[in-house]
Structure formats: C-alpha cells, structure tokens
C-alpha cells in the first residue's frame, strides 16, 4: 500500500509533540522531522502548524524554550517538557487511546 502524506487530525499534534519532546529538548525542524521520520514518512508537520503549536504549548507552561546553537551551529529555540507538559502528555495520551479504541469499534462494526 502506498504511503501518502497526510494532514494531522485536529487536536494531534500537540500529542506529537510533546511525544516527540519527552525524548528531550529539541529545536522545531528536529521536533517536525522526528515525527516524520517516526510515521514513516506519513505526518508532515508544517512550519505554518508547528510554530504557533509551539508557542500556544509554552504560554499553556506545557513546553519550555531556550536559545542553543544547532548541529550545524546556527542559532536555535530548543523546546523541552515542563513537569505540565508531562502531566498533559499522560492525560492526551489517554485521551487518544480512548478516541482509537472507539473508532476501532465503528470501523469494524460498518
């Protein structure tokens, strides 16, 4: 089956991100392209969604940022888990796993 690139559902990637932060602190190219990477190449995260997530996650105090230099040593906003944001991913997480399940359900009884 081939892959397509796929836009995020609503309310996904805030999951995705702070999934892909607990890792620890990352700069936003590296956040969009774990997640990339980690679905095979099937979520793209685009700079127009990724950076008003971020900056929406850390005026919640779910993230923190911090200026660092980057691997090829520009200037860079390293993004990293506050203790909110771990209790946030915990509750999305549940969250998700509920709203799956659920949709699993109709799909196989249709």
Do not use: F
Request: glycine letters at 6%; charged letters at 25%; proline letters at 2%.
């Amino acid at each position: 089956m081939p892959t397509t690139k796929s836009e995020l559902l609503q309310g996904t990637l805030d999951l995705l991100i702070l999934k892909t932060l607990a890792a620890g602190a990352m700069h936003g190219y590296a956040i969009a392209e774990r997640i990339q990477q980690r679905s095979d190449d099937v979520l793209v995260v685009e700079e127009g969604s990724l950076y008003p997530a971020l900056y929406r996650m850390e005026e919640k105090g779910w993230i923190a940022a911090e200026w660092g230099k980057s691997e090829n040593n520009r200037r860079a906003k390293y993004y990293s888990l506050t203790r909110a944001g771990r209790k946030q991913l915990q509750e999305e997480t549940t969250l998700w796993e509920r709203v799956s399940r659920a949709i699993t359900l109709v799909l196989e009884t249709a």
